[in-house]
């Protein structure tokens, strides 16, 4: 037998299997079971069907070679976190003492802090201390049973930074356990060197895109549409490109007004809107007639203190799926932890805990575009995580406290 047709066997194992086809909350099955074959699940179910699924594999000419037994313990899909700025410089904790004086974000951004601050400490660093600072935030997130990350560029702003920022992502996903999704973001904010000419730096921007697809080095395209941003027109002209180029799309949309980016963002059949803030019933609609995910983002609505609560009852009433990131940035969400944002999920946004899992499992993989990962079912990536936890309810109820004891990746059990 070689190690193509050997499984290993983790049973004795409460799975929040987050399959939709599955009647009970979180998919759940108590005493369950999981074959691994690979990076792939070969099999998931209840210790009762083991037998016969033993049976099943053995008549394929699969044996199992290891087995894992967790005693109860809960496992969960491996968590993603589908919308992150983790590649950067600098911080930005004077820019916060400066705003708990009383100065707002949007003041700080006009006067040519904010974002464009980042955007100098990120081109003086170097490749080696951009990959170490972001790996050192995506170790934290492995920590808490991360398997998956989206990482935007977005701090670089010229040709040669914004393809560096996209490289070292691509770096991380080489060389940490963890499966990355890169994002091209390039209209985040207008650099200096473009100041008055913000139609030119968008022409620039689409070039680049071009130049970096070409390279690899792209999985998504990106914008920040917002006043202190770039406007729909000018959204439109990059989506356009884009999607000449085959990219699939998502938007910072209504996150300190309302644009109607979402429903321009929809209308080009966009994975994602994200913050959503200021979100309007038409752009409600749009989203749920396109299918796109509310990517929320409670760290950023916290850190920026804003009040304004994203329209979490009408998107759940239109059945819009709903998912939950970091939005890991130096600005608006220096936060660490994507468990953390279950609980504000559910405490700042009253996602119930079972659509907060749901954020950064399922839908968080929807979000991705991804259909091969985001719950416990046969086929799908071998990715997940062992909690000491009985119900799945614990991961949102806790916070400032990581009960995850055990990460797989792709089929491999790594320490984070
Ligand atoms: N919205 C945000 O909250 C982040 N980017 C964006 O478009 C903030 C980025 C930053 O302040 O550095
Ligand atoms: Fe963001």
Same mark, same amino acid.
């Given at each position: 037998m070689n190690a193509s047709n050997t499984l290993t066997l983790w049973r004795g194992a409460t799975l929040a299997t987050m399959d939709e086809a599955l009647a009970a909350p979180y998919g759940l099955l ?5 074959? @691994? ?6 099999? %998931?179910?209840?210790? =009762? ?25 809960? %496992?969960?899909? +491996? ?12 911080? =930005?904790? *004077? ?17 040519? #802090?904010?974002? =464009?601050?980042t955007v100098a400490a990120t081109r003086a660093a170097s490749d080696e201390q951009l990959f170490a600072g972001a790996a050192a935030r995506a170790g934290a997130l492995m920590h808490e049973g991360v398997?998956? %990350? ?22 991380? #996903?080489r060389e940490l356990p963890l499966a990355v999704r890169t994002t091209s973001l390039a209209l985040h904010a207008l650099p200096p060197e473009y100041a008055g000419r913000s139609d030119d730096y968008v ?6 895109? $071009? $130049?970096?697809?070409?390279? +690899?080095? @792209?999985?998504? @395209? ?11 027109? $000018? @959204? ?5 490109? *884009? ?5 699939? &799309?998502?938007?910072?949309?209504? $996150? ?6 979402? *429903? ?32 929320? &983002? ?31 940035? /130096? ?30 499992? %399922? ?28 119900? /799945? ?12 004891? =055990? ?10």
């Amino acid at each position: 037998m070689n190690a193509s047709n050997t499984l290993t066997l983790w049973r004795g194992a409460t799975l929040a299997t987050m399959d939709e086809a599955l009647a009970a909350p979180y998919g759940l099955l108590a005493d369950g079971a999981l074959l @691994v074959q690979g990076d792939r699940l070969h099999w %998931v179910g209840s210790e =009762r069907d083991l037998p016969t699924a033993l049976a099943d594999a053995r008549r394929q000419g699969l044996g199992v070679q290891a087995e894992q037994a967790l005693r109860g313990a809960l %496992v969960t899909p +491996g968590l993603i976190d589908a919308h992150t700025h983790l590649v950067y410089g600098g911080d =930005r904790a *004077a820019e916060f003492e400066r705003r708990l004086q009383g100065v707002s974000y949007e003041q700080i951004a006009r006067e040519g #802090g904010g974002i =464009r601050s980042t955007v100098a400490a990120t081109r003086a660093a170097s490749d080696e201390q951009l990959f170490a600072g972001a790996a050192a935030r995506a170790g934290a997130l492995m920590h808490e049973g991360v398997t998956t %990350v989206e990482i935007k560029s977005g701090y670089g702003l010229a040709a040669e930074h914004e393809a560096r920022c996209l490289a070292v992502a691509r770096r991380l #996903g080489r060389e940490l356990p963890l499966a990355v999704r890169t994002t091209s973001l390039a209209l985040h904010a207008l650099p200096p060197e473009y100041a008055g000419r913000s139609d030119d730096y968008v022409d620039a921007a689409i070039g680049w895109l $071009q $130049q970096q697809h070409a390279a +690899g080095l @792209v999985d998504a @395209v990106d914008a920040f549409c917002e006043t202190i941003g770039f406007t729909p027109a $000018q @959204v439109r002209r990059l989506f356009d490109a *884009a999607r000449a180029l085959g990219l699939p &799309l998502k938007l910072h949309a209504e $996150q300190l007004s309302d644009q109607g980016g979402a *429903a321009l963002a929809a209308g080009y059949g966009a994975l994602s809107c994200d913050h959503l803030e200021h979100l309007s019933l038409h752009g409600i609609e749009a989203m749920r007639d396109a299918g796109s995910v509310a990517l929320l &983002l409670p760290g950023a609505f916290y850190f920026l203190r804003d009040t304004r609560l994203p329209p979490v009852d009408a998107l759940r009433e239109a059945g819009v799926p709903i998912a939950l990131a970091t939005d890991h940035n /130096p600005g608006s969400s220096p936060c660490g932890s994507l468990l953390l944002m279950l609980n504000m999920g559910c405490t700042l946004f009253r996602l119930t805990p079972e659509e907060a899992l749901r954020g950064v499992t %399922v839908h968080a993989a929807r979000a991705l575009g991804l259909a091969d990962r985001g719950a416990l079912r046969a086929g799908h990536r071998a990715d997940f995580a062992v909690w000491d936890a009985a119900h /799945p309810a614990e991961l949102a109820y806790r916070f400032g406290h990581n009960p995850c004891r =055990r990460a797989v990746f792709a089929g491999v059990e790594r320490s984070t």
